[in-house]
């Protein structure tokens, strides 16, 4: 199979790319190399013959035209997106176009195409997105794939207005679509603004741990290597038009999950322990969610997939992958808006 991945030389575009080629698929990943987008992400596989870089915005149709015209994919994974909830409260301008007019552009590009081709019963049109669509639960119950959409911030609107989109292209159209909303991600190449990295980067510097709020807030966590695997799972099994959730079974407060990267580290890196002295409460974000939880029970009995990685083993491999490359890490440290409070607008 060619697969066109969007976004691909970010964090979870990448270990689709990464996971894709090495399973023997043809892989154009492309990507815009916006500021969270790094090429050493796929570093790993850039010389394969498998691999076609394309660096084009999917702001701009005639880019995508071309990209299809060219490559002729028989499916796409459309992962490309402002993804940062604190950067939507400052600037929300960018997350409408990217992620509302952008997956326009791409639906519109995927149809023309697919029309163009005779419309291929094989072609997929994955599109990639959030729990945060749904909003926030208490402190019991799941998001299910019929539960209502109730986004709380800029971004989670953005995503829940593309998810929209590509519902209604499949149900007037009839573009062959399948969609997923996960649960939030974690592991190796994942860009230095989100809570782990933070975690990690600051405990070994010395630097105040930021927590928001009092860090009772919870979330299901998902190693990024397990999502890149349903991601596939669900573009080659799953069922033209189905939504399927995505979780990683590993609910934890972000209070918890600090403690638990400050042990990791203070075995690891002992010279600077005990690393939870570091921990500072600040003040929290505006409308922050207080709990998302994944109901996996479709990807379950549907597709037979379940993540594979626990909360504290996904966590042990992290640490140990920043540890190792901070040659990686040092290098975007100086990007826009990495190590500053985003988010009080």
């Given at each position: 199979?060619?697969?066109?991945?969007?976004?691909?030389?970010?964090?979870?575009?990448?270990?689709?790319?990464?996971?894709?080629?090495?399973?023997?698929?043809?892989?154009?990943?492309?990507?815009?190399?916006?500021?969270?987008?790094?090429?050493?992400?796929?570093?790993?596989?850039?010389?394969?013959?498998?691999?076609?870089?394309?660096?084009?915005?999917?702001?701009?149709?005639?880019?995508?035209?071309?990209?299809?015209?060219?490559?002729?994919?028989?499916?796409?994974?459309?992962?490309?997106?402002?993804?940062?909830?604190?950067?939507?409260?400052?600037?929300?301008?960018?997350?409408?176009?990217?992620?509302?007019?952008?997956?326009?552009?791409?639906?519109?590009?995927?149809?023309?195409?697919?029309?163009?081709?005779?419309?291929?019963e094989g072609f997929r049109f994955h599109h990639i997105s959030t729990d945060e669509v749904f909003?926030?639960?208490?402190?019991?119950?799941?998001?299910?794939?019929?539960?209502?959409?109730?986004?709380?911030?800029?971004?989670?609107?953005?995503?829940?207005?593309?998810?929209?989109?590509?519902?209604?292209w499949h149900e007037t159209y009839g573009l062959p679509v399948v969609m997923t909303n996960c649960?939030?991600?974690?592991?190796?190449?994942?860009?230095?603004?989100?809570?782990?990295?933070?975690?990690?980067?600051?405990?070994?510097?010395?630097?105040?741990?930021?927590?928001?709020?009092?860090?009772?807030?919870?979330?299901?966590?998902?190693?990024?290597?397990?999502?890149?695997?349903?991601?596939?799972?669900?573009?080659?099994?799953?069922?033209?038009?189905?939504?399927?959730?995505?979780?990683?079974?590993?609910?934890?407060?972000?209070?918890?999950?600090?403690?638990?990267?400050?042990?990791?580290?203070?075995?690891?890196?002992?010279?600077?322990?005990?690393?939870?002295?570091?921990?500072?409460?600040?003040?929290?974000?505006?409308?922050?969610?207080?709990?998302?939880?994944?109901?996996?029970?479709?990807?379950?009995?549907?597709?037979?997939?379940?993540?594979?990685?626990?909360?504290?083993?996904?966590?042990?491999?992290?640490?140990?992958?920043?540890?190792?490359?901070?040659?990686?890490?040092?290098?975007?440290?100086?990007?826009?808006?990495?190590?500053?409070?985003?988010?009080?607008?």
């Amino acid at each position: 199979m060619k697969i066109l991945v969007t976004g691909g030389a970010g964090f979870i575009g990448s270990a689709v790319v990464r996971l894709a080629v090495a399973r023997g698929h043809a892989v154009v990943n492309l990507d815009a190399l916006t500021y969270a987008a790094c090429l050493e992400n796929v570093a790993s596989v850039a010389t394969s013959p498998l691999y076609a870089f394309e660096e084009a915005d999917i702001r701009d149709r005639a880019a995508l035209d071309r990209v299809f015209a060219t490559h002729r994919p028989d499916a796409v994974m459309h992962l490309a997106a402002e993804s940062h909830v604190d950067r939507s409260i400052d600037g929300p301008g960018a997350f409408i176009e990217t992620n509302v007019t952008g997956t326009y552009n791409m639906l519109e590009a995927a149809r023309a195409y697919w029309t163009a081709e005779g419309k291929p019963e094989g072609f997929r049109f994955h599109h990639i997105s959030t729990d945060e669509v749904f909003g926030t639960l208490g402190e019991t119950g799941q998001f299910t794939e019929d539960t209502p959409y109730a986004p709380n911030s800029p971004y989670s609107a953005s995503k829940a207005a593309s998810d929209h989109l590509v519902r209604a292209w499949h149900e007037t159209y009839g573009l062959p679509v399948v969609m997923t909303n996960c649960s939030n991600n974690y592991g190796p190449y994942h860009f230095p603004e989100k809570l782990i990295p933070v975690v990690i980067l600051n405990a070994l510097a010395g630097k105040p741990i930021p927590v928001y709020g009092q860090g009772t807030n919870v979330r299901d966590w998902l190693y990024v290597e397990d999502h890149a695997d349903a991601l596939l799972k669900v573009l080659t099994e799953g069922a033209v038009g189905r939504s399927y959730n995505i979780g990683g079974e590993n609910e934890a407060r972000n209070i918890d999950l600090v403690h638990m990267i400050c042990a990791i580290l203070d075995r690891l890196r002992p010279e600077g322990a005990p690393h939870d002295r570091l921990i500072s409460f600040v003040t929290d974000r505006p409308g922050h969610d207080a709990r998302y939880a994944i109901d996996p029970t479709r990807i379950r009995t549907e597709l037979g997939w379940r993540p594979s990685v626990t909360l504290e083993e996904g966590l042990e491999r992290t640490v140990r992958w920043y540890l190792d490359n901070e040659a990686w890490w040092r290098a975007l440290q100086s990007r826009e808006g990495v190590g500053k409070r985003l988010g009080t607008a």
